[in-house]
């Protein structure tokens, strides 16, 4: 249930009336209104490519809107951008990571409101705000460590941060959890609590209805650009949510029948490897995975998911152990190496690893695959059969807008970009599957699709690895599930034998099961 919260019913600190943003003859946002109050934390919800975020930045400036109002603490605002936001106290946290990637955390969270000694920067003032700023909100980030080196769940953290420096009254969260362990959505519900009862007020934009259940006061639902409802969130279920949002009803439940795994296709014996700082992360690690089985990954993020991906998919060198597809040996083969013997991914940053912004999604779906003769001939690529390929892909996978082949791939929502990859990988049709956080960011009528592929795989026989945060997402998709903790994989369970409880325990480092 939505915890109970002293909202301010009659200080309306934001209100947007009857935005329209049209882009050429497309209308993403058409006649949308909103209203949020001191204190209160209001959900906006919709599918992916609904509408949010561009609603969302046209607030934040970075969008002027085709007509409509905004008012702020009741007094109309002409934001022609996000200089004018600061100023009425509008703060956002976009969902793709706005970060100067080789900047350190601390140069990140200051950049541009530096503390100066004389006509110097004073670093170590700098360091220590952003120290005392991270323990005061309880959200751990080294301070010293690049941008390029840390984890997705640390960068959202510092972006967080960095609008928390600059004092912003009312904060947009773009889909802020959909890099975070369940442990850090606590956090960060602890956090936004905080923040309310200070009287700041948050605008929430996320997929995950039950973080609206617990989070929220209010939520605003929009669908397919349109204004659908403002619902007050003690008042509805989830289900409810999921029908307004997608305008049907919705599974929360994967159809998965029983079948017998088959030989193994992955093995991983006695890894062993460092992360960004050199630290040895993995320490021996082992697991495998045969055909027609998901093995889920649970365990809280820093404990060697991301540099075991890493390992196996060729992006990252291991320091010792083996690496076996289908008994052949992979140790620290190259990206390309490892793909033609079988293995593709769904990697954890979509933007970092899974695609060329710049490229159009037609080019993004044959990264790996444009050699072919499918798509070249001669040594030149066949556009028109790259074309048709990516239109088959949009239309099989309802990636948005229905003319997404032809537009790069960095102007589609994040939702949609998250399918892009999905339908490449899954199309490539590899014996490994290999799939990292394969959901952040979608709505539920797309998890639902993307579930549905998943184990479309496991039924043709493919191997499946799924390395998820969202624990829901474990225990429903995978047949059988490895704990990994401080480097090591410190027990196993069937998925249909698998609790929330003992898999908590397991993964804080409580208890080993053999």
């Known amino acids: 249930m939505a915890r109970e919260r002293s909202v301010d019913l009659d200080t309306k600190v934001i209100e947007m009336k009857d935005i329209v943003k049209k882009f050429g ?5 058409d006649h949308i209104n909103l209203t949020v109050h001191k204190g209160e934390i209001h959900a906006i919800l919709g599918e992916n490519g609904a509408g949010k975020s561009t609603l969302m930045n046209v607030l934040y400036g970075l969008y002027r809107p085709t007509s409509g109002e905004i008012y702020v603490n009741g007094k109309r605002e002409d934001i022609d951008g996000p200089s004018k936001a600061i100023q009425c106290g509008i703060g956002m946290v976009h969902q793709h990571f706005m970060l100067v990637q080789p900047f350190t955390v601390t140069e990140n969270i200051v950049l541009g409101m530096e503390p100066m000694k004389g006509i110097t920067l004073d670093m170590a003032k700098a360091r220590q705000d952003v120290v005392e700023l991270s323990q ?23 972006e967080i941060l960095k609008v928390l420096f600059r004092g912003a009254q009312t904060l947009i969260l773009d889909e802020p959890t959909a890099s975070l362990t369940p442990q850090e959505i606590t956090e960060l519900i602890h956090i936004m609590e905080k923040l309310t009862a200070d009287g700041k007020s948050i605008i929430l934009i996320t997929h995950k209805l039950k973080e609206i259940k617990a989070a929220a006061d209010y939520c605003t639902i929009i669908r397919l650009g349109k204004y659908i409802d403002t619902v007050k969130v003690s008042d509805v ?14 599974t929360f439940t994967v159809e998965k029948e029983e079948k017998e795994p088959g030989e193994v296709v992955l093995e991983v014996k006695n890894l062993r490897g460092r992360d960004y700082r050199k630290v040895e992360i993995l320490k021996g690690l082992n697991l495998n995975v045969r055909r027609g089985e998901i093995l889920g990954i649970a365990g809280i993020d820093g404990n060697g998911q991301t540099e075991l991906v890493e390992i196996i998919t060729g992006l990252r060198k291991a320091e010792g152990g083996s690496i076996m597809i289908n008994g052949e040996n992979i140790f620290n083969a190259k990206p390309r190496t490892i793909f033609e013997r079988g ?13 060329v912004l710049d490229f159009t999604v037609a080019e993004n779906m044959v990264l790996q695959n444009y050699r072919s003769p499918q798509f070249q001939q ?36 994040g939702g ?10 899954v199309n490539n049709d590899k014996d490994l599957l290999i799939a990292v956080n394969p959901t952040r960011g979608l709505d539920v009528g797309a998890i639902e699709y993307v579930h549905r592929y998943i184990v479309e795989q496991r039924n043709k026989g493919k191997a499946v690895l799924l390395v998820s945060f969202e624990l829901d997402e474990i225990m429903s998709l995978s047949d059988r599930i490895d704990v ?3 480097g090591k994989i410190v027990g196993s369970m069937a998925g249909k034998d698998a609790d929330e409880n ?4 397991m993964m804080a480092g409580g208890t080993h099961h053999e």
């Open 25 to 29: 003859d497309f209308v993403a946002n």
């Open 136 to 158: 005061r909100y309880g959200m751990a980030v080294d301070p010293d460590a690049r941008i390029e080196d840390i984890s997705v769940g640390m960068q959202q953290r510092v």
């Open 237 to 250: 279920t989830e289900q409810d949510l999921a029908s307004m949002m997608v305008g049907r009803n919705v």
């Open 343 to 355: 293995v593709s991914s769904i990697p954890a940053d979509r933007q970092k690893h899974g695609l």
């Open 378 to 413: 001669y040594g030149f690529l066949k556009k028109d059969a790259i074309r048709k390929y990516a239109q088959d892909a949009v239309k099989k996978y309802d990636i948005r807008p229905a003319d997404a082949a032809d537009r790069p791939a960095g102007t589609l929502s």
């Open 416 to 425: 949609n970009q998250q399918k892009v990859i999905v339908a490449r990988e």
């Open 484 to 486: 990994i903790y401080d």
């Open 502 to 505: 003992t898999l908590g325990l």
